[in-house]
């Protein structure tokens, strides 16, 4: 089986008393203000990505993002607030999906997970990829200052802006099944769920070798049966908690897998592009059909295998 498998080791953070977040909406301005006043309190200060400064107490921290977004989070955090917002400027920001989706992950919270997610299974050109991707949960408001979420809303030209930096501040393993892989492999297995079974499972594996302080793992629910990704699980995620549901994608971790897979499966279709002289449309509609008819006129029916997923219905109709 063919896999790529990038892994970024970091160490994690300690983690906080209490898991208590809130985002303030806050003038740029004010960040020097808001500093003295944490400095005064015995706060100490650090550089942090995207951010004027971030400050740390034994309870609590405090990153004030260029944005005008100042995240709070640990056990004092809305003692903080309270001192911070007696300004009439300051403004608490409505809830964030991930604050919904954290809600769901198992109880004591898990300072170190693991998302999955994959991308290009609907689409008739170009590979199957599947990502895990592990965070820390000190992680979380650098992802919101991201402008993290599932793959699907975000637009490419974005995605391959933010990828690098999720690659950086993140572990995570891919797996990539190019066509003609692809295609010797369903049409042994007969099934895609199959497949997406046991790239779901070995990308998992990877990255817990990576990090084998994660202690839980979640995707998103593809096929009806939930043991039929459980079956294919490897001798290291038998050893965690590890769950599936739908629209798993709002969970950061999964989020991430989702930006990181879409962004891999952007540079396969590029490449392949390149190899076939023209651009290979995504999805399966009617540009599909054009472009399919077009290379098959240039080059042979046989490009097909080498660029397609010849299952779809689509093969049929060329």
């Known amino acids: 089986m063919e896999t790529i498998r990038m892994l970024d080791f970091r160490v994690p953070s300690a983690a906080m008393a209490g898991n208590n977040t809130i985002t303030l ?35 609590c921290s405090a990153t004030f993002y260029n944005k005008g977004k100042l995240v709070v989070q640990g056990a004092e955090a809305d003692r903080w607030c309270s001192l911070i917002t007696g300004s009439a400027e300051s403004a608490e920001e409505p809830a964030h999906p991930f604050d919904e989706a954290m809600a769901f992950q198992p109880t004591p919270a898990p300072v170190c997970w693991a ?4 991308t290009g299974k609907g689409d008739y050109f170009g590979p199957l990829v599947v990502v895990a991707a592990a965070i820390e949960r000190d992680r979380v408001p650098l992802l919101r200052e991201l402008g993290v979420g599932d793959s699907k809303g975000i637009k490419d030209a974005r995605i391959v802006q933010i990828a690098p930096d999720l690659k950086a501040c993140c572990t995570y393993a891919q797996v990539v099944i190019r066509p003609e892989r692809y295609n010797q492999l369903y049409e042994k297995t007969g099934n895609l769920n199959r497949l997406l079974a046991w790239a779901h499972a070995r990308a998992l594996e990877d990255v817990l070798e990576a990090k084998p302080e994660i202690t839980w793992a979640l995707s998103d629910q593809f096929a009806r049966d939930k043991s039929t990704v459980e079956r294919q699980l490897m001798a290291r995620a038998r050893t965690i908690h590890y ?56 080059h042979g029916r046989e490009v097909l295998s080498r660029i397609a997923k010849l299952h779809f219905r689509t093969t049929d109709q060329l």
């Open 243 to 298: 769950s599936q549901r739908t629209k798993a994608e709002s969970d950061p971790a999964v989020a991430v897998a989702s930006v990181i897979a879409r962004n891999e499966f952007i540079w396969q279709m590029r490449a392949l592009s390149k190899e076939v002289g023209r651009e290979l449309p995504k999805g399966a509609g009617p540009p599909v059909l054009a472009a399919g008819r077009e290379l098959v006129a240039m």
């Open 115 to 118: 998302g999955i997610d994959e």
């Open 25 to 59: 909406k806050c003038d740029p301005l004010e960040a020097p203000i808001v500093k003295e006043l944490l400095s005064q309190n015995g706060f100490a200060f650090s550089d942090a990505p995207y951010a004027f400064w971030r400050a740390k107490s034994a309870t």
